[in-house]
């Protein structure tokens, strides 16, 4: 069998590197002070994570670790390759204490833009699994780029500690309302990567305990349809029934988003049960529900995907799906994507 690379055996890998991609067109330099000053982990978690993220036997990290200096970061960003680099990184920032990485985190500044910006969000990804206040605090300290690493930081909290990510959000509300403006205009989008911090706590607790993630979404005031809707469609990435049976816990009213999620995982596992059970939908969002089934469908198999457009009204929710179809089917046949955009009635 295989070895997982250490690069994706990382928890946080994933969620920063998308950040990163979305941030790249709208990250703000700031200045940093010396450090954020309060340091008040979750030992345990901190325990628990500086045990299980090391990388043993890890060339690179070894050599970062032995070489802590203001010089470290510099010597990776002249490494060859930037895979290399970012596994580099990786492994260096992994072997760091939390006064290490507050110490590297005040040189941040020094580092050219595009270099800044991936150790940036590699850093406080890694940061905030061990000394998440600490992240936070220094966060608060960068002016508007603070406001791109602070998804990464919450994140990442979440992914170990939801319990206490959730606490520091409830009392905290004003840190994140860039974040949840973003999620209140559509989510998903964005330089921040567009979701809400309830949501982002609320899809990384799903991952744990689905059951609790759910009572908390739901008892929240602010933020509550989006939460919720974000425990369902984490959980119907592997196992849509379930998710679906989920949706009797929420408020007719608030289950729109909800609807669609499920129907875009649905979709992609088994579009034929996907149809009966939009089929079971309230009327109005039957087409909505099928729109992301069929975009869910388009991941695995864009042609069959064309082919189920044709079944759907002519309307909004049918244009935006052309779109994501047309994008899938060129990536595997451009010629039968430019058929398919010519067989489309609206000018869209």
């Known amino acids: 069998m295989v070895e997982t690379p250490t690069f994706m055996k990382t928890s946080w890998v994933v969620p920063v590197v998308a950040l990163v991609v979305g941030a790249a067109g709208g990250y703000i330099s700031g200045k940093s002070p010396a450090s954020g000053g309060d340091s008040a982990a979750i030992e345990n978690t901190a325990q628990r994570m500086r045990a299980s993220t090391r990388s043993?036997?890890?060339?690179?990290?070894?050599?970062?670790?032995k070489s802590h200096s203001g010089s470290s970061v510099g010597q990776i960003a002249r490494m060859p390759g930037n895979?290399?680099?970012?596994?580099?990184l990786l492994d260096f920032y992994a072997g760091l204490s939390p006064e290490q990485l507050a110490e590297e985190a005040a040189k941040l500044e020094n580092l050219p833009?595009?270099?800044?910006?991936?150790?940036?969000?590699?850093?406080?990804?890694?940061?905030?699994?061990?000394?998440?206040?600490?992240?936070?605090?220094?966060s608060s300290t960068m002016g508007m780029a603070g406001g791109f690493v602070r998804p990464t930081i919450l994140q990442s909290w979440a992914s170990v500690d939801p319990v206490n990510a959730a606490k520091y959000f409830a009392a905290n509300?004003?840190?994140?309302?860039?974040m949840d403006m973003m999620d209140m205009m559509g989510g998903g989008r964005g330089p921040m990567g567009g979701q809400g911090a309830s949501s982002i706590i609320a899809s990384e607790w799903a991952r744990q305990d689905p059951a609790a993630a759910l009572a908390w979404a739901?008892?929240?005031?602010?933020?509550?349809?989006?939460?919720?809707?974000?425990?369902?469609g984490e959980v119907a990435k592997t196992d849509p029934r379930k998710a679906a049976e989920m949706l009797g816990k929420?408020?007719?009213?608030e289950r729109a988003e909800a609807y669609r999620s499920v129907a875009a995982q649905y979709g992609?596992?088994?579009?034929?049960e996907a149809q009966t059970w939009i089929r079971s939908l309230p009327a109005d969002e039957q087409a909505a529900a099928l729109a992301s089934a069929i975009g869910g469908l388009s991941n695995n198999d864009p042609t069959a995907a064309a082919k189920q457009v044709a079944s759907m009204e002519?309307?909004?929710a049918k244009d935006r799906l052309i779109s994501d179809v047309v994008e899938d089917l060129a990536r595997k046949d451009p010629q039968a994507a430019a058929d398919f955009v010519k067989e489309q009635d609206s000018e869209q």
């Open 56 to 65: 043993a036997g890890s060339s690179a990290g070894e050599s970062a670790k």
């Open 83 to 88: 895979s290399s680099r970012t596994q580099a």
């Open 113 to 138: 833009m595009n270099e800044r910006m991936m150790a940036s969000f590699l850093l406080f990804g890694r940061w905030s699994e061990v000394d998440p206040t600490a992240a936070m605090a220094f």
């Open 173 to 178: 509300p004003r840190e994140f309302a860039m």
């Open 218 to 232: 739901d008892s929240l005031t602010a933020g509550k349809s989006a939460a919720m809707s974000a425990v369902v």
């Open 250 to 253: 929420m408020d007719p009213a």
């Open 268 to 272: 992609a596992l088994d579009f034929n």
């Open 314 to 316: 002519a309307g909004e």
